[in-house]
């Protein structure tokens, strides 16, 4: 069965960075879009990045944009989040997620089948 852990996770102050990991397993990883989404207490789930099948394509929610970077390493079945520049408004549980086949929109949930569940990363000012 397909299995996603998270890692990377933590506390941090504002201006600071962390690194995310999502190790795969139970998948042919490369053939998979993978995406990362974020939940803050008492907010929706919403998008944070994506990462298409070969590494060369990625897309951001504007509201990380410039500050994160996705990127996978398809011989480690490993898809991270490079994120610097932190902010309080980035505190929430991230988790990565494998993209449906046909997606259509990987910038929904929906599109994705796979879930981790969760790493916590605080930011504070």
């Known amino acids: 069965q397909v299995q996603l852990e998270e890692s990377g996770g933590g506390s941090v102050q504002a201006g600071g960075s962390l690194r995310l990991s999502c190790a795969a397993s139970?998948?042919?990883?490369?053939?998979?879009?993978m995406g990362w989404f974020r939940q803050a207490p008492g907010k929706e789930r919403e998008f944070v990045a994506l990462i298409f099948r070969t590494g060369g394509t990625a897309f951001y929610a504007d509201s990380v944009k410039g500050r994160f970077t996705i990127s996978r390493d398809n011989a480690k079945n490993t898809v991270y989040l490079q994120m610097n520049g932190l902010k309080p408004e980035d505190t929430a549980v991230y988790s990565c997620?494998?993209?449906?086949?046909?997606?259509?929109?990987?910038?929904?949930?929906?599109?994705?089948?796979?879930w981790g569940q969760g790493t916590q990363v605080t930011v504070s000012s």
């Open positions: 139970g998948l042919t990883f490369s053939s998979y879009v």
């Open positions: 997620a494998v993209g449906k086949g046909g997606g259509p929109d990987y910038r929904y949930s929906d599109a994705y089948d796979y």
